[in-house]
């Protein structure tokens, strides 16, 4: 199963001992691929040095991209369905490209993807995506 993890959901499974945190582990065990852009990573390192530190960034970057189940994706079209925030627009295009099972957000403005057909871009909450992850263990 590939995924595209939205960054507001990557700082709520992080921390040991945090509700999510079984997703983290179940991507350490290698139970799904995390699909990510460079600009995703980008993002994903500048959120958690603010929210967290620099020390906190960098280790969870470098782990990302040290992990064989990992995927680094290029996309080469922006299919801008999000109009509410079009930053948003980079895990879409990245989840269109790779194929990705699922978007992982809390975020609302990926709601706007409901009103399209294709292509189609299932998203879940993180306490959705938690429920399929314990279902498979």
């Given at each position: ?50 929210r967290y ?85």
């Open positions: 199963m590939k995924i595209v993890l939205d960054t507001n959901c990557l700082v709520n499974i992080i921390m040991p001992g945090s509700y999510n945190n079984d997703i983290w582990l179940a991507f350490r065990a290698g139970k799904y691929t995390l699909c990510v852009t460079n600009e995703i990573l980008f993002e994903y390192h500048e959120i958690l040095a603010k530190n620099n020390l906190i960034a960098n280790t969870v970057l470098k782990e990302l991209v040290e992990t064989p189940n990992i995927e680094r994706i290029n996309p080469t079209f922006r299919f801008n369905l999000i109009t509410a925030d079009p930053d948003d627009n980079k895990f879409v295009d990245c989840a269109i490209t790779a194929g990705a099972t699922y978007i992982v957000s809390n975020d609302r403005h990926f709601s706007e993807l409901r009103n399209y057909n294709f292509p189609k871009v299932d998203v879940r909450t993180l306490t959705e995506f938690l429920k399929i992850i314990k279902s498979m263990q």
